[in-house]
């Protein structure tokens, strides 16, 4: 797979603390990240730290006899596919604002000819001053794209305005922005569904029926898709996760309302039912809290079933996924009712989980098999997202 690079020029202004966690995210969203500090930016975080997050891609020094060999300040920008100045200073900016080359950030930023997006970060008064000012609308007829900055507490005391920089997150929704119509990757323009987590069918306004899954496995696998370039949607019933980065989550909470928002979000080129949905609901769902009645007998639950959302993708869902995948959690048996599920279901392949064994549901860890026309795949236990990134390299394969 070829991620995408950003070329990230660190300015030297105290919210260059925040490039660091901008790094780890960005590759979490599966980009590649090469980093060029100022001298300043050395003052405020350490050229080892970035070094070490970044694998070794920092650049600092103009006139590095190593990096200066293959004309390195035009080669760094010509190898990104996209240059984000995070902190962007005053300085930093004015420099771009006036074609100023007189170090590595500068002179990469003038020998670029690759999308800009900056994301600047300085004291209000520095940020409203005229001198700043003219050189933003400068910078904005030139083509650069700006996040932020923001309002709020500055790091100076008693300093409040405009002048924060954005937060990494919003840089890279950003960066996903500018880059979107260009995402690469071996699932790029493929839509894919997936749904994790539990549902929850309530008995009256405090109590529910559920299970034990934690939507890990679903989200490993959301992560995955969406770092192999698809357009993912996640489905999730209440779990205690944070959404991956980059992907469309539609939070849910019984099963009836998970199979709405399946409908809603189809046409899909793959489907991955991954969610413990609830078989069964209670036919009525008190409106007050149940209270015992002093008689010693518990209240009697009448149940009935939960629409079938898988079932519903592979066999009525028009137009069909191309590739429908359902999962099977099972205690005994695996193999023997994981088989007649997927022929009861109709999906094309079947990931089934021993759930008796420890740590499946609710855990870190999986062993699964992968039943599919061509046969019957053991994979040893690993890791959740060793699992979701697996089952997506057999996707590609399938689509290639
Ligand atoms: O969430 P984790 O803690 O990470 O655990 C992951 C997992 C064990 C929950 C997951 O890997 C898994 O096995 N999910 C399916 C669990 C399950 O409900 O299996 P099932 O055999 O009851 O259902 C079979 C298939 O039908 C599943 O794809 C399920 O999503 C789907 N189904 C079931 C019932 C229903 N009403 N609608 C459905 O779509």
Redo the contacts with the bound molecule.
Sequence with gaps: MKNQRILLIIGGGIAAYKALELIRRAQDRGYEVTVVMTKAAAQFVTPLSVSTLAKGKLYANLFDPHEEMDVGHIRLSRQADIVVVAPATADLMAKMSHGLADDLASATLLANDRPVLIAPGMNPKMWDHPATRRNRAQLVEDGVHFIGPMSGEMAEANEAGTGRMAEPAMILDAIDGLLGPLRHGPLSGKHVLI???PTHEPIDPVRYIAN???????YAIAAAAHAAGADVTLVSGPVQLGAPDGVRLVTVET?RQMKHAVVEALPADIAI???????WRTTQEADKKQKKDGSGKPPILELTE??????YVSREAEPRPELVI?????TDHLIEHATA?RQR?GCDWL?A?D?SQEG????DT?AVHLIRDQGIDAWPKAD?QAVADRLVEEIIQHFQ
């Design positions: 749904t994790a987590g034990r899954s934690s939507g890990k496995q679903g099963a039912l991954c969610a413990a949905v609830a078989d939960n629409p079938d959302i898988l079932l359902g999962f099977a959690a099972e599920k279901k990931v989980n759930v499946v549901m609710g855990g999986n959740k």
